[in-house]
C-alpha cells in the first residue's frame, strides 16, 4: 500500500527547480516541475505558495468564490485545496502545542519522540474532552490530568496544589483571544471581519479569536462580545 504526501516547502530548497525563483506569476496562475514520483508546484495567490507532493497534478478545482471585481469564479489547485482542507486540524495542534509543549531539549532522539507522542496524547485527549465540555482550556486539562494520573499511581506522593480559587477556577469558564490559524494562502496575516463590528455595519478586519467559542473579534470589541 502506497503512502502520499503533500505539503509546503521553502522556494530555496535544496534540488527545487530554479525556474521557481526566476518565473514570475500574476495571481491565480500556476507552474508545475515533476518527475515519476514527485511534482513540484507553484501557486501565486497574494503571495508565492509552493508545494511538493507525490499525488497531485496541476489540476484546478472551483472554491465556490466569486471574483468580486470580474464576477468570474475564482480557482486554486487541487494540491492547495486538499491542504488547506486537511491540514487545518494540524495547524491549530501545532499551534496550541507551540504554548503548552512537554518537549524538551536532549541529545537521544529517542527521548524527542517521546515527548512528542506524549504531546499528541495529551492534545487527543484534550480533543476528545473539548467534545463532550467547552469550559476548560488547554493548559488548565493538562494541569489536571497530571495531578489526576499522580493521585491514581503515585497516592503516596505528596503533590502542592494551589488553591482552588486562585490557579484553575480562574482560567475556566473564562474566554481569551488568540490568533486566528493560519492559512496556507495568507501565512501569519490571516484575518476574518469582526462579528462584533459587522453588527454595527463596520468593516474590520481582526487577527484574533476567542478560544472557546472561535468568533474573529477584534481586542476593541473582546470584552463587549462576552458580556452581553
Known amino acids: 500500500m502506497k503512502t502520499n504526501v503533500c505539503g509546503t516547502a521553502r522556494i530555496n530548497r535544496k534540488e527545487m527547480p530554479r525556474e521557481f525563483k526566476s518565473q514570475q506569476l500574476e495571481r491565480g496562475e500556476a507552474i508545475v516541475f515533476s518527475t515519476r514520483e514527485m511534482a513540484a508546484i507553484k501557486w501565486k495567490n497574494k503571495k508565492d505558495v509552493v508545494l511538493l507532493t507525490t499525488m497531485h497534478g496541476l489540476d484546478f478545482a472551483e472554491t465556490g468564490k466569486i471574483n468580486r471585481y470580474t464576477g468570474q469564479k475564482i480557482l486554486k489547485p487541487n494540491a492547495v485545496k486538499d491542504y488547506n482542507q486537511y491540514m487545518s486540524g494540524v495547524d491549530v495542534g501545532d499551534q496550541m502545542l507551540s504554548k503548552f509543549h512537554t518537549m524538551r531539549r536532549n541529545k537521544k532522539a529517542y527521548k524527542t519522540i517521546f515527548f512528542y507522542f506524549l504531546d499528541m496524547m495529551l492534545l487527543n485527549s484534550y480533543v476528545i474532552f473539548k467534545s463532550h465540555k467547552k469550559d ?60 462584533a463590528c459587522l453588527s454595527k455595519s463596520i468593516q474590520r478586519e481582526t487577527v484574533f479569536q476567542c478560544h472557546i467559542f472561535e468568533v474573529a473579534l477584534c481586542i476593541d470589541h473582546f470584552k463587549e462580545y462576552h458580556e452581553k
Open 136 to 195: 476548560r482550556s488547554f493548559h488548565v486539562h493538562k494541569q489536571l490530568l497530571a495531578e489526576e494520573i499522580i493521585d491514581k499511581y503515585l497516592p503516596n506522593n505528596k503533590v502542592n496544589k494551589a488553591p482552588i480559587n486562585d490557579s484553575i477556577s480562574r482560567y475556566t469558564g473564562r474566554h481569551f483571544p488568540i490568533r486566528i490559524p493560519q492559512t496556507l494562502a495568507k501565512g501569519n496575516k490571516t484575518s476574518k471581519r469582526c462579528v
